[in-house]
């Protein structure tokens, strides 16, 4: 946006028909980003304002073993003003808004609630958790699909 936005300005002015242009950012405002909850590093990090939460989770040398992975929250002055969610980002990272970080806002990793095991007949036997709603539909899809063998007739969950 910013490249097309020069490009038009400047070409009021000059003929850039045979012209090529390029932005290069030179300096970033530093904030510090407050990491809680259930990471192997809790603290607060100074980063360059154009870090993601993911760089910063990165930072805080990731999720330990009781981290949820489906409500991240990201907040500022006590109110919640995004939320990560990792499923969501890996299933349709083209419709992933990122949510900007400024100076004393918080990231805060809550335990997991509801942590499903899926095996058998699926592309991606694992663990998975589920928000509150979701069910046997969603637990195929984040494993990946049912494998060509799969017998739906076949199919057993426990509660």
Known sequence: KALSYMRGRFSRVYDLKNSQMDIQLTFSKVIQVNVTGEVNKPGTYTVAAVNSAFNILSLAEGLNNLAGVREILIMRNAKVIGTLDVY?????????????????????????????????QVL??????????????????????????AHLESVHYLI
Request: charged fraction near 25%; charge should be negative; hydrophobic fraction near 30%.
């Open 88 to 120: 969501d980002y890996l299933m349709h990272p083209e419709s992933f808004k990122n949510t900007y970080l400024e100076n004393g806002d918080f990231i805060v990793v809550k335990p997991y609630k509801n942590v499903v095991t899926v095996s058998g």
């Open 124 to 149: 991606r036997p694992n663990k998975y958790e589920l928000k509150d709603g979701e069910g046997i539909t969603e637990l195929v899809s984040f494993s990946g699909g049912l494998k060509a063998g």
